[in-house]
């Protein structure tokens, strides 16, 4: 079974600043992927950046990226020039992958982020 | 490429009543998913499909049926809907390739509400 951790409920940041959100999760699988995804209050599930176990460098993806530590089972997440867009649900998931894996992600309680102007 | 359809997009019942939430995709993903999100929280899992014909239980399955017919399609009923089913119901589908969203694609979600 795996689970995510978001302990962080909500966080305010100011534009232009950077935020970190964090990330935890436990799991018996040795290959296994991590997730970020941002929901803003629309609703739709917006894909950010994606760490698998075995990469080596931590994953980015324009102002995002991530700090994964394995040994300590975390994966948080970066923001950098905090954007008022950014206001947001943000969500880590995770997924085992191995060959007769399904697939399916579970996913953390999630953070809400408002980025004040 | 429509990626993956739900209908409908609001939805209110009564309690008792029943209803199936649609969900299609154009994408030939083999794996599908039943998501329910409660106000404030993470996304649970309810069903998953790994191919057609093939279900299984996820998480919160109580109060919940699926089918997998085709490929394309995996519809989830509720049966004697209860207040504790009003939540937003997201459909998604996965492949095992990695592209640009590491194979997952959701859907635009089902806000429900038992009455």
């Known amino acids: 079974a795996q689970k995510i951790t978001q302990t962080q409920p909500g966080m305010f940041v100011q534009e232009k600043e950077a935020v970190t959100l964090d990330c935890t999760y436990d799991t018996s699988d040795q290959s296994y992927g991590l997730f970020w995804y941002k929901q803003p209050s629309s609703g739709e599930m917006i894909f950010l950046i994606y760490q698998g176990s075995y990469d080596e460098q931590n994953a980015t993806e324009g102002r995002y990226s991530l700090n994964f530590q394995k040994a300590r089972k975390s994966a948080n997440l970066v923001i950098s020039a905090s954007q008022l867009g950014d206001s947001a649900m943000y969500f880590c998931a995770m997924r085992a992958e191995h060959i007769f894996n399904d697939y399916k992600l579970s996913f953390g309680a999630g953070t809400t982020v408002t980025v004040r102007a | 490429n429509a990626g993956v359809t739900q209908t409908p997009k609001f939805r209110i019942l009564k309690i008792g009543q029943s209803m199936t939430l649609q969900c299609a995709q154009d994408?030939?993903?083999?794996?599908m998913y039943w998501y329910r999100q409660d106000p404030g929280m993470g996304l649970k899992l309810i069903y998953y499909s790994v191919g057609a014909g093939i279900t299984d239980k996820g998480e919160v399955p109580n109060g919940y049926n699926v089918s997998r017919s085709t490929t394309e399609y995996f519809p989830l009923r509720l049966e004697l809907a209860a207040p504790s089913q009003t939540s937003v119901y997201f459909c998604?589908?996965?492949?095992?390739?990695?592209?640009?969203?590491?194979?997952?694609?959701f859907g635009s979600g089902t806000r429900l509400t038992v009455v």
């Open positions: 998604a589908s996965s492949t095992r390739r990695q592209d640009s969203d590491y194979g997952y694609t």
């Open positions: 994408m030939n993903h083999n794996y």
